[in-house]
């Protein structure tokens, strides 16, 4: 069957701010990104997924734009941009780019309108509400980012209202419902694309709609979520009613013009069960979305049963035309080899199992900046070292209710975003060649043993390996068009499975554990002679064979 570009394609997100820096000011940029795309190239990648690079005032690393017409000065300018489009162009690397549409930045120049007056021209770009009677906020719904009194409400002294913010104070809410705002939007997405870049990612797009009346929340407060009795209801404003015309709105106004350009969701309370709503092409509203399923830096580390399960059930929903996005960690989340695999004797083979796994899967595979040297999660030692709002909310709140400080970073430090965003390892040079100044997020102390060139020159380079595996993807067409089947469903510890398309069968054989294994295979799997196509343990023999042991970690992929 014909796909379309984005179907095969390999998308590698880059934290901009933690990629390269070129000009020593401890903050990574384009020109950074520019000086790496040949090493992208030789990964393997097909498009670059950026997340926000637009000017901002970085409230969250730029999921609060100010301009989104603009690139922030941190990262360089439009015009370092546009180079770097036509380079990455060029060597066939597609650049989609992050677009925030839930909400802006209060310095963006539509809130500072919106905040003059309530007759001004941009007032209902915002969701503005008067206070309550006693002049509290209009409802008891709380923010995710703990700040100020814990309101997903903020008063503004100018109007005399209050406006929502889901997240940050300086992040308000924009106004879907308002027509002028959504024809704003609508053009500015076309001027990104008009430029050239090939899609988007959206950010939060199940949010987008509020239910009307903006009515109080019945959930009971969380203790641990505790926001002076506001309470953090994420359903209040998550798939509502009516967030389907928005996006479809948004499709006809946009993205049905643009044939070739992807976009996926951060699929906020996207489940196989309700993705057919909103990513089956019939819906004509977005092409994919990916999921908190598996990933998720708020759920414990996935059993191998639940692998299974939630694969199998993604891989049904391609009967209606979905097509899944497949990833372990993001920007938003801890390490994956920390978390799903074992970071310490077996790095190296667990980052490369967690790797076929996602490579392997149906549909889309997103690749996050440094799994493909197996960066690990960073031992933080003082709040001092941290960013992410949530860490410091968390950890503030723990200990204003008597955690000690060593208790309290115990917990948020493992759990923390920064795992993520800790800059990337290079080499062994000072700040692992990430940048000649002082870093804007403490590097990993272990960068001087983990670091791409020390990888590559390693007989079980990670990089290596990623490079044949995302070959083995363009040239199998199971991987996109096989079916999907598991066997020894009675294990917990070993993941076997077939893709299999008229052309071919593949099978992936996956021990996720620490221990060694005699995998016995049905018969229905032995009878066939196979060809091992990637193996992370090259001392052993290619063998089906129950007998034989299967190694910690270890992970092969056969075709027939
Ligand atoms: C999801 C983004 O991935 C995250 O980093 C951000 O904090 C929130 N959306 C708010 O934009």
């Known amino acids: ?56 005032p970085q409230v969250d690393n730029g999921y609060d734009v100010a301009d989104y017409y603009d690139i922030d000065p941190r990262y360089g300018t439009l015009e370092d941009f546009k180079e770097l489009l036509d380079k990455a162009h060029s060597l066939g690397i597609k650049v989609i780019m992050d677009q925030v549409l839930n909400h802006s930045s209060d310095e963006c120049v539509w809130f500072r309108e919106s905040r003059k007056s309530k007759d001004n021209p941009y007032r209902n770009y915002y969701i503005w509400q008067p206070p309550k009677a006693d002049g509290t906020p209009p409802n008891n719904w709380g923010s995710y980012f703990r700040e100020g009194d814990g309101s997903a409400w903020e008063f503004d002294e100018t109007t ?264 990337y390892h290079w080499n062994d040079s000072e700040n692992a060649g990430f940048t000649t100044g002082k870093p804007w997020l403490k590097v990993n102390p272990n960068y001087p043993e983990i670091n791409l060139e020390a990888d590559r020159k390693h007989p079980q380079s990670i990089f290596a390996f990623y490079q044949k595996l995302l070959k083995l993807r363009k040239e199998n067409p199971a991987v996109y068009d096989g079916d999907l089947r598991f066997y020894r469903e009675d294990s917990d510890k070993v993941i076997v499975y077939t893709r299999s398309c008229p052309e071919q069968t593949m099978l992936v054989i996956a021990n996720k554990s620490g221990d060694t294994l005699p995998v016995e295979l049905p018969e229905e799997l032995t009878r066939h002679s196979w060809k091992r196509i990637l193996t992370n343990r090259e001392e052993t023999a290619p063998s089906l064979e129950g007998g034989r042991g299967w190694l910690p970690w270890e992970v092969e992929v056969y075709v027939r």
């Open 1 to 56: 069957m014909d796909k379309k570009w984005w179907q095969k394609a390999v998308f590698y997100e880059i934290y901009c701010k933690s990629f390269c820096d070129s000009d020593g000011d401890g903050l990574g940029d384009l020109k950074g990104v520019m000086s790496k795309l040949p090493m992208l190239k030789e990964l393997g990648i097909d498009c670059i997924w950026f997340t926000p690079i637009y000017t901002s």
């Open 160 to 423: 005399g209202e209050y406006y929502l913010h889901q997240y940050a104070i300086k992040m308000p809410d924009l106004n879907w419902e308002y027509q002028p705002l959504r024809q704003e939007i609508y053009k500015m997405l076309r001027w990104w694309l008009d430029m050239g870049v090939d899609g988007f990612r959206l950010d939060v797009f199940t949010r987008l709609k509020k239910p009307a009346g903006f009515p109080d929340t019945k959930k009971a407060p969380d203790p641990k979520l505790d926001r002076n009795g506001f309470v953090v209801d994420p359903s209040m404003c998550t798939m509502q009613e009516g967030i389907h015309e928005i996006l479809h709105d948004m499709w006809v106004n946009v993205f049905s013009k643009y044939p070739n350009c992807m976009t996926v969701g951060e699929g906020t309370g996207i489940t196989p069960e309700n993705a057919p709503e909103y990513i089956a092409p019939s819906c004509e509203e977005i092409d994919s979305a990916y999921h908190f399923n598996l990933a998720s830096r708020k759920r414990p580390p996935f059993t191998v049963a639940e692998f299974r399960d939630i694969q199998m059930r993604w891989f049904k929903t391609m009967e209606h035309g979905v097509w899944p996005s497949n990833y372990f960690s993001n920007h938003d989340s801890r390490r994956q080899v920390t978390y799903y695999g074992d970071d310490g004797e077996y790095r190296r083979e667990s980052a490369k199992l967690l790797a076929v796994l996602s490579c392997t899967a149906p549909g889309n595979v997103y690749l996050f900046q440094g799994e493909e040297i197996g960066m690990t999660n960073v031992q933080y030692d003082r709040i001092e070292e941290h960013d992410c709002c949530y860490t410091l909310g968390d950890y503030y709140s723990m200990v204003a209710k008597g955690a000690t400080p060593q208790e309290a970073m115990a917990y948020v430090g493992p759990r923390s975003r920064d795992n993520a965003r800790a800059p």
